[in-house]
């Protein structure tokens, strides 16, 4: 199946700080999705984004789908970034259904 | 904002019992999922269920998992006989449409087994 991996696997930022994470993937994407998990374990969806660039506030991700990455921009970062960030994709592939999910990143966001 | 509603939010059950995990996806929503995410690790598909079946499953859905939506607003995940390493958070999401993609996600339920 479709491999999923996410860089870094830990970030620790102060407050105020950009960052970017990255998620690379084994295959061909239809559907790339980034989620954000905060620390009382609630997944939030941030973008659908299987190609191109979006932005949402001070979050922004862009999907290179030709060279399998994909990358979320967290601008002027705020204590309540804190949490587990991850990418899902489903491959060209697959069926209609499954979200594969890569190995998250750890955000800590400190004063 | 309508949200995917999941029911109870903690679980502790002993070995070998039966458990029943609740979901309300949002109402007009047609694709149904569990998920579940081990202590620290990532999520992982277990089952998707469209139109009163299911559609896929993941090789953790064995035949001790089971789902169900028994009327128009409910969708269960069952699990026969527990064990040990069952232990998770559960995840229900839901779809609207197969061209939307967007995936919505409930609080989660976490079960201990004991």
């Known amino acids: 199946g479709i491999q999923v991996e996410q860089s870094p696997p830990d970030l620790i930022l102060q407050e105020g700080a950009n960052s970017t994470l990255r998620c690379n993937f084994s295959d061909s994407v239809n559907n790339l999705q980034w989620f954000h998990q905060n620390p009382w374990g609630q997944l939030i969806n941030l973008f659908y984004i299987p190609s191109g660039t979006k932005q949402n506030g001070r979050l922004s991700a862009t999907t290179v789908a030709t060279e399998r990455y994909s990358l979320l921009y967290i601008s002027s970062s705020q204590t309540t970034d804190s949490g587990v960030y991850f990418c899902?994709?489903?491959?060209?592939?697959?069926?209609?259904?499954?979200?594969?999910f890569g190995t998250g990143t750890r955000l800590q966001v400190t004063l | 904002e309508p949200e995917v509603t999941q029911t109870p939010s903690h679980q502790v059950t002993q070995m070998g019992q039966e458990v029943i995990l609740r979901c309300v996806p949002i109402?007009?929503?047609?694709?149904f999922y569990w998920y579940r995410q081990i202590l620290g690790q990532k999520v992982e598909f277990l089952v998707s269920f469209y139109n009163n079946e299911i559609s896929e499953k993941s090789e953790i859905f064995d035949d001790q998992f089971s789902v169900e939506r028994p009327d128009g607003s409910n969708f269960t995940l069952k699990i026969r006989s527990t064990k040990l390493e069952d232990s998770a958070m559960y995840f229900c999401?839901?779809?609207?449409?197969?061209?939307?993609?967007?995936?919505?996600f409930g609080s989660g339920t976490q079960l201990s087994v004991l």
């Open positions: 899902a994709v489903r491959d060209r592939s697959g069926t209609a259904s499954k979200l594969t």
């Open positions: 109402s007009n929503h047609l694709y």
């Open positions: 999401a839901s779809r609207k449409s197969l061209l939307s993609e967007k995936l919505f």
